[in-house]
T-cell receptor, first 111, second 115 residues
Framework: KAGVTQTPRYLIKTRGQQVTLSCSPISGHRSVSWYQQTPGQGLQFLFEYFSETQRNKGNFPGRFSGRQFSNSRSEMNVSTLELGDSALYLC??????????FGPGTRLLVL | GENVEQHPSTLSVQEGDSAVIKCTYSDSASNYFPWYKQELGKGPQLIIDIRSNVGEKKDQRIAVTLNKTAKHFSLHITETQPEDSAVYFCAASIRNTGTASKLTFGTGTRLQVTL
């Protein structure tokens, strides 16, 4: 099976812009979770989607949003980018049990 | 909410020696504890996990132990090799059928295996 794919892998934006990141889970997996990884805060949970519904949400401002499509692919959007949003954004795919498999991430740099 | 502490933050061992990384968690309802290995430029890779109904699990050179009473769990790597060098993260979550998954991660341990 192919693993979790994330696009784009690298992204440079300027403050105030918005960005959309994409994640394709492992075939057959219906759960997609998003995490933000920074040197200062570590790995932090953003939200999880299952069957197109957001099941859980982390402690991030409303500028961070996401959605899931009927084919389980997911997108996350960050509006009005801030310098502090620079991070590695990771998507994790889950098949119904607890196990989550991570993609390679999208590295976002906000200038 | 859940809080996971991980120690040490860095660990240097000689090739062939063992490495031990320890984590503690705060929420007694947590019942799933995975360990991830992250190499430079890559996403975290699941290397082993344990559920709260099990005290120990082994997979070749890797083992994880869980002490529910003390709320701590540990990763043991034996016969370390240079390719074991990476950052290791522990995590905890509450997993039951039909509920959401939210992994709370430790702060990571940078393991360096020297020749």
């Amino acid at each position: 099976k192919a693993g979790v794919t994330q696009t784009p892998r690298y992204l440079i934006k300027t403050r105030g812009q918005q960005v959309t990141l994409s994640c394709s889970p492992i075939s057959g997996h219906r759960s997609v979770s998003w995490y933000q990884q920074t040197p200062g805060q570590g790995l932090q949970f953003l939200f999880e989607y299952f069957s197109e519904t957001q099941r859980n949400k982390g402690n991030f401002p409303g500028r961070f949003s996401g959605r899931q499509f009927s084919n389980s692919r997911s997108e996350m959007n960050v509006s009005t980018l801030e310098l502090g949003d620079s991070a590695l954004y990771l998507c994790a795919s889950g098949g119904g049990a607890e196990t989550q498999y991570f993609g390679p991430g999208t590295r976002l740099l906000v200038l | 909410g859940e809080n996971v502490e991980q120690h040490p933050s860095t660990l240097s061992v000689q090739e062939g020696d063992s490495a031990v990384i320890k984590c503690t968690y705060s929420d007694s309802a947590s019942n799933y504890f995975p360990w991830y290995k992250q190499e430079l430029g890559k996403g975290p890779q699941l290397i082993i996990d344990i559920r709260s109904n099990v005290g120990e699990k082994k997979d070749q050179r890797i083992a994880v132990t869980l002490n529910k009473t003390a709320k701590h769990f540990s990763l043991h790597i034996t016969e370390t090799q240079p390719e074991d060098s990476a950052v290791y993260f522990c995590a905890a979550s509450i997993r039951n059928t039909g509920t959401a998954s939210k992994l709370t991660f430790g702060t990571g341990t940078r393991l360096q295996v020297t020749l």
